[in-house]
């Protein structure tokens, strides 16, 4: 499993991506962020699902890229060319993968700003090549292991949220997601693009340079649940009154 955001912002696009790699009993770091990036033309694609699959259609794009790139003047255009490559995966090898009792499984999260976008734009990838555009209303998408992380990001992300705002819900989201699961984990990997710079910015970072942060936001959730003001709630710990109980049994 894995665990790749993509956030879409008035002020850019940022992700996220863990890198464990997990294969029966080997545990490996991979980097699972793809990009693309020259003079007013910047793109990363995220994938999960399997390895294999996510290998090879890359491997197909990176060549559609070396003779085609140039024509790929709005972002949606090169999303196309990389749902034709899984396709043409699905083609070669959806058969014998499924014979094999596995399902032939791609999702991708693409981001960026090309020549003739007004805007970065964030898109989902299904295994069976067709999109969706990510939009301000729900203004973020989880590929892997989507469960765990999602409600701190629908309490907290909006589309006018600043990037460094949303960088941190995200990473939030993907602690809450490693305590849970034990196929997710650092270190993770960060690509932040502003709006019309056309310039990706890309980190990575250790449990040592992020522990901080859940040693810190660990305690804050104590002691803001400690100071919850929840009168109602101590009822739950009162006795019953013993004449309304008895009232009630006899009306049953």
Request: hydrophobic fraction near 35%; charge should be negative; proline fraction near 3%.
């Amino acid at each position: 499993m894995t665990y790749c955001l993509g956030i879409l912002s008035k002020d850019g696009i940022a992700g996220l991506a863990d890198t464990r790699i997990t294969s029966g009993n080997d545990t490996t770091v991979a980097k699972k962020i793809f990009t693309v990036q020259r003079k007013n033309h910047s793109f990363f694609i995220m994938t999960s699902g399997l390895r294999s699959v996510r290998d090879k259609a890359l491997t197909y794009f990176t060549e559609v890229v070396e003779d085609d790139d140039e024509s790929f003047n709005k972002l949606y255009k090169a999303v196309n060319k990389f749902g034709d490559q899984v396709k043409r995966v699905a083609d070669e090898d959806k058969a014998s993968i499924e014979d094999a009792g596995m399902y032939f499984n791609l999702f991708a999260i693409v981001g960026g700003q090309l020549e003739k976008d007004e805007a970065p734009k964030l898109y989902l990838l299904y295994p069976q090549g067709n999109w969706i555009e990510i939009g301000p209303g729900t203004p973020y998408v989880i590929i892997g292991n989507t469960g765990f992380g999602n409600p701190i990001l629908k309490r907290s992300i909006t589309y006018d949220s600043p990037l460094e705002f949303g960088l941190k819900s995200g990473f939030l989201s993907f602690d809450a997601t490693r305590i849970s699961a034990n196929d997710v984990d650092y270190p993770i990997d960060t690509i932040v693009l502003k709006r019309n710079t056309f310039n990706m910015i890309e980190h990575r970072f250790s449990e040592k340079d992020l522990g901080h942060i859940s040693e810190f936001w660990n305690s804050r959730l104590k002691d803001g649940i400690d100071k919850i003001p929840a009168v109602a709630l101590k009822r739950a710990f009162e006795e019953e009154d013993v004449q309304m109980s008895i009232t009630l049994k006899n009306e049953a």
